[in-house]
């Protein structure tokens, strides 16, 4: 079984960078489709980016488009999210997900991980 474990949160200022990380755990994982999510305090969790198993088709939603970049290296099993130019309005939990096919906002996640804040200020 497949298990995500997120890295990389904190507490940054508007317009600053950071990376998560996302560590699978299991031999099959490099097998899955990748995403973000994130849930803002208040609002329901939404989708943020996703990657094939083999690092392809990077899907971004509009909002973090041009300033978010999502990658992934099977040899060390692990996804990331970069996040550039960050706003106020990214602050949220971020999650991995994963799933054995593809990864797309219509489409639910088979396994999650347990979240990582990001607070953006002003």
């Known amino acids: 079984q497949v298990q995500l474990v997120e890295s990389g949160g904190g507490l940054v200022q508007a317009g600053d960078s950071l990376r998560l990380s996302c560590a699978a755990s299991?031999?099959?994982?490099?097998?899955?489709?990748m995403a973000w999510f994130r849930q803002a305090p208040g609002k329901e969790r939404e989708f943020v980016a996703s990657?094939?198993?083999?690092?392809?088709?990077?899907y971004y939603t509009d909002s973090v488009k041009g300033r978010f970049t999502i990658s992934r290296d099977n040899a060390k099993n692990t996804a990331y999210l970069q996040m550039n130019s960050l706003k106020p309005d990214d602050t949220a939990v971020y999650y991995c997900?994963?799933?054995?096919?593809?990864?797309?906002?219509?489409?639910?996640?088979?396994?999650w991980g347990k979240g990582t804040l990001v607070t953006v200020s002003s």
């Open positions: 299991g031999r099959t994982a490099s097998t899955y489709a």
């Open positions: 990657i094939t198993y083999s690092g392809g088709s990077p």
């Open positions: 997900a994963a799933r054995r096919s593809i990864l797309v906002p219509t489409t639910t996640p088979d396994i």
